[in-house]
């Protein structure tokens, strides 16, 4: 065994042990200084690992955990990157903690969620055997660069690990389009027309034109975004079949879904323990996972009938009488999805939009003027109040005034422990759609009141 | 009173938040009881600019640069030259802002011939500029101060005698060089300030509404309009970037 390895692994070690003794998550610090002193630790830490990794715009963290939870019922011996530390660093920090000093895991499998622009660095050390591309969307332009980008950084990253199974969003045109470039196996994951109703075509798309020729798409259906039954009339590229399919949406309510799923030819009824159509989207794309991984879609199933997603992802929180749930937001699709959640809520409500602008926000906030806030007026029975929060408070309140909800009911609270408390004293039930930023800072201090785990738990 | 707003290129260009412009525009006019109105002119479809008051154009990404070229080139670059040499106003951003200079040319020498409406040019770079910024509009421009974010790789050099939009106070503007933002041609508007520029910028938007209203009736008051929440956010970024 090579020194360096050795003294890596030590480090990393140390440096976690450290961080947690000042109380500190250290989930991608030591790896990041362990990686300087040995760049090919991932390789070694993870080497004999069967490894499923999840990587794409949106639902990496929620279908990781959906993945996650089939593994742990099954009694399998694993791990997985819980905290959301999804670059080489926090990935390599949690192979050495599951390690031997001599970089030997003592795990069987790990579930990994990767961030899509760090794939290309983490999938030559990492070697999963099966890849999930959860869906593309225009995200964070000043980080990622265009969605176009995003896809190519996925596509290098695959071309290192020809041998893994493909799991691809056969509804996203723009992941679909990774299957004729790579020589990779593939199987296909969506939900098939006529299990939603269809919506109309939305004013922005982030792919109208055809990845391959250009030619604007038509579509069969969409379930929401750009996501749904596109073809190309010039050059004929369009959905593929998918091999694990969501057939009918039998009941979506404010809590969970019924679906059916027809997995690999086989009818499943599945329920899904988290409501709104992109959690239907994670949830048939974990069973593709689970499955490809070999534990069965019976598994995937039960898993999702009974999992936590915690961690800001449609969580919930005794504050105040009505309960809290907190919803992370990190781009129009994601924020669209979530508004249109709110649609389901049929009593009075309050809403807490807490916007930031740092380096995991995305530093261009401009995306809120994509999202459809416009839906809130429309809920207007509803939903009494939205309290504005976050660094860029005062663009989210410009953002919802111009939006249609009257300035008087718009209210700006930037210290997160007086908006805790005051939440607290609340009858009704509150809803938070927080930044990435935002969460982690916001969730500290619900959790200080009323409970709830740390982060990297 | 009534204004007819054109949203060229809604389809394609549309990279973050360029529909709050359009929003923006209309909300201010109708909260002062003036008519606006929006039509939405997609890649491929043709119709004359000269009944329209105010067009806007937004930013892109290269993806879609070609399908976009292609369209000008049918017959739109000379319906664009036209309305703004007939004093039609026109916000550009970004893409929709660099597409009428007299050309693009990529850092690796490729040069993309634009439309040519005003006189300045665009070269890729490959350090981007990014981030929030702000710019002192020329008097000409309204005067008003600016703050917006930037994100794009071309520098725009204005050909001489051309007029900037404003001059930076921070960030980069047109080239990071030479201090200036944008341009101002007869009524042409055009900027790096992508997305939601206006909805912060009440004073700008309110010029370019003015400017629109008095070019149709010749003269107008435009109403004032209680701005709090938009001064708010427009003071606080502001005092952020201090300078």
């Known amino acids: 065994m090579k020194l360096n390895v050795l003294f890596a692994i030590i480090l990393c070690k140390l440096l976690r042990l450290l961080s947690r003794l000042l109380h500190r998550g250290g989930t991608a610090m030591p790896g990041r200084i362990a990686l300087k002193f040995c760049p090919e630790l991932l390789s070694v830490v993870s080497t004999g690992v069967k490894t499923v990794a999840i990587t794409g715009t949106n639902g990496k963290t929620t279908s990781s955990r959906m993945v996650e939870q089939a593994f742990l019922e099954q009694g399998k011996s694993y791990f997985a990157n819980r905290s959301g530390a999804n670059l080489i660093s926090g990935i390599t920090t949690e192979f050495v903690m599951n390690s031997s000093l001599t970089g030997k895991c003592r795990k069987e499998y790990a579930v990994i969620e990767c961030d899509e622009a ?107 975004g750009h996501l749904g039954g596109f073809r190309c009339p010039r050059c004929g590229y369009r959905r593929h079949r998918a091999d694990y399919a969501v057939t ?134 509803y939903l009494e109040q939205v309290i504005v929060s976050g660094d860029r408070a005062a663009d989210m309140a410009v953002r919802i005034k111009y939006a249609g909800v009257d300035p008087a009911h718009i209210r700006i609270e930037r210290n997160y422990e007086q908006l805790v408390q005051w939440l607290e004293g609340q009858e009704k039930p509150v809803f938070i759609m927080p930044t990435y930023t935002a969460m982690l800072e916001l969730r500290q201090v619900v959790i200080a009141h009323c409970g709830g785990d740390d982060f990297w738990k | 009173m009534e204004l007819k707003i054109c949203h060229m290129y809604p389809d394609v260009l549309n990279l973050y938040g360029d529909g709050g412009n359009v929003m923006c525009m209309t909300r201010r006019l109708r909260w002062r009881g003036i008519a606006a109105s929006v039509t939405r002119l997609p890649i491929g479809d043709s119709l004359s600019l000269a009944g329209f008051d105010l067009v806007f154009i937004g930013g892109g990404q290269d993806f879609e640069q070609q399908v976009l070229l292609d ?105 990071g060089k030479d201090g200036t933002e944008g341009v101002h041609y007869k009524n042409v508007f055009g900027t790096y300030s992508h997305g939601p520029l206006l909805p912060k910028n009440p004073a700008f938007c309110d010029h370019l509404l003015q400017t629109a209203l008095e070019r149709k009736y010749g003269k107008a008051e435009l109403a004032p309009l209680d701005d709090k929440l938009e001064l708010l956010a427009h003071d606080e970024m502001c005092r952020r970037l201090g300078g």
């Not at chain 1, 994670?282 to 996972?289: P, S």
């Not at chain 1, 959640?341 to 409500?349: Q, T």
């Not at chain 2, 974010?149 to 047109?174: A, D």
Request: proline share 4%; aromatic share 10%; charged share 20%.
């Open chain 1, 118 to 224: 760090a794939a290309r660095r983490v999938f030559p050390q990492l070697k999963p055997q099966v890849v999930v591309v959860t869906n593309l969307f225009r995200d964070q332009l000043d980080r990622y660069g265009e969605v176009t980008h995003t896809l190519e950084n996925i596509r290098v990253a695959m071309e290192s690990v020809p041998e893994a199974k493909l799991c691809l969003n056969a509804d996203c045109s723009l992941t679909s389009s990774l299957a004729g470039d790579l020589p990779n196996p593939v199987v296909w994951f969506g939900i098939e027309q006529g299990a939603a109703p269809s919506r109309p075509k939305p004013e922005i798309s982030d792919a109208t034109h055809c990845i391959r020729c250009q030619a604007e798409y038509e579509y069969d259906y969409i379930s929401y």
């Open chain 1, 248 to 381: 009918e949406i039998l009941r979506q309510g404010a809590d969970s879904s019924d679906l059916v799923m027809d997995i690999r030819g086989e009818k499943h009824m599945v329920t899904v323990n988290l409501p709104a159509m992109y959690n239907i989207y994670n949830a048939i794309g974990a069973v593709a996972a689970v499955t490809e991984m070999g534990l069965g879609a019976q598994a995937a199933i039960a898993a999702l009938a009974d999992f936590q997603c915690g961690f800001g992802r449609m969580e919930r929180f005794a504050l105040g009488k009505g309960g809290t749930r907190m919803m992370l937001v990190k781009n129009p699709a994601g924020c669209n999805q979530v508004i249109e959640f709110l649609e389901n809520v049929k009593e009075k409500f309050l809403l807490v939009v807490c916007l930031n602008d740092r380096g995991a926000d995305g530093t261009d906030i401009s995306w809120i003027w994509d999202a459809d806030f416009e839906g809130l007026p429309r809920l207007s029975g």
């Open chain 2, 71 to 175: 369209d000008l080139h049918r017959g739109k670059d000379r319906e664009i030259k036209a309305a703004i040499e007939d004093g039609i106003p026109f916000l550009t951003i970004c893409g929709g802002y660099q597409m009428l200079g007299s050309y693009y040319e990529t850092y690796d020498g490729q040069r993309c011939d634009f439309i040519g409406a005003v006189d300045f040019y665009t070269v890729g770079a490959v350090q981007r500029m990014i981030g929030n910024y702000k710019f002192l509009c020329e008097a000409g421009a309204g005067g008003s101060v600016v703050v917006g974010f930037e994100n794009h790789s071309g520098k725009t050099w204005l050909g001489s005698g051309v007029e900037p939009l404003g001059k930076v106070l921070t960030g980069f503007g047109n080239n």
